[in-house]
């Protein structure tokens, strides 16, 4: 019998910008199911640790960089990969920017957006977590929005068209691409007006079967 039989969900995924709290939750949900058999990672963990194996990044550079590091053809493998596991696999609590993209149309998949409506709080998580100041906070929020997301948008404007807009319905052809929309994801927590525990239970209450 699979180990999921008493969730109502095979796998998680968790999407959030710079600050919004994704990698928290991840933490969290895996610490709380996996005496279950469930397993977590963050994306961009795993990319990262693929890319120093490579030798296409430097180890000592810092862990927050954005995606014109990578050749189209290496962020294809690894999110294609991730797409992959959600379709063949279970019980994987995954977490990177494109998560609960790259699991549009995929069934029995848990799509978690995680946002933070107050600006000042996600510059200030993170200014602690890196240890840099406001204004450099404020400039890697916005430049890595806009690298990567110009980057995505050119790589995957198809699969956006498919499974978003054909395959599922969520977006009509005419509304612009926009990977972390409300409407791609089951559950949407807002990291400012809901702390770590009631964010873990909102998930939890979604993924377990009634």
């Avoid at 029995?108 to 906070?137: P, Y």
């Avoid at 964010?199 to 939890?204: E, G, N, R, S």
Wanted: net charge negative.
């Amino acid at each position: 019998m699979s180990i999921t039989h008493q969730y109502a969900y095979r796998n998680i995924t968790i999407s959030g910008l710079p600050g919004n709290g994704s990698t928290t939750l991840l933490n969290s949900l895996r610490e709380e199911l996996k005496f279950d058999g469930w397993k977590g990672f963050s994306g961009g963990e795993f990319m990262r640790a693929y890319a120093e194996e490579k030798g296409l990044i430097d180890p000592r550079v810092g862990s927050h960089h954005d995606a014109a590091i990578y050749s189209d053809d290496f962020d294809w493998q690894v999110d294609m990969g991730m797409r992959e596991k959600l379709e063949r696999e279970e019980c994987w609590i995954i977490e990177s920017w494109l998560a609960g993209f790259l699991a549009q149309g995929v069934p029995g998949v848990l799509k978690v957006l995680v946002i933070c409506s107050e600006d000042a709080v996600r510059i200030d998580r993170l200014m602690n977590r890196d240890n840099i100041s406001v204004e450099q906070a404020k400039q890697n929020i916005q430049q890595r929005y806009e690298v990567n997301s110009t980057k995505w948008k050119r790589m995957y404007a198809n699969q956006w068209h498919d499974w978003v807009v054909s395959q599922t319905g969520k977006m009509s052809a005419d509304d612009p691409i926009d990977f972390w929309h409300p409407a791609l994801y089951d559950v949407v927590i807002d990291t400012f007006s809901t702390n770590k525990a009631a964010a873990l239970q909102l998930v939890l209450d979604a993924v377990k079967k009634n």
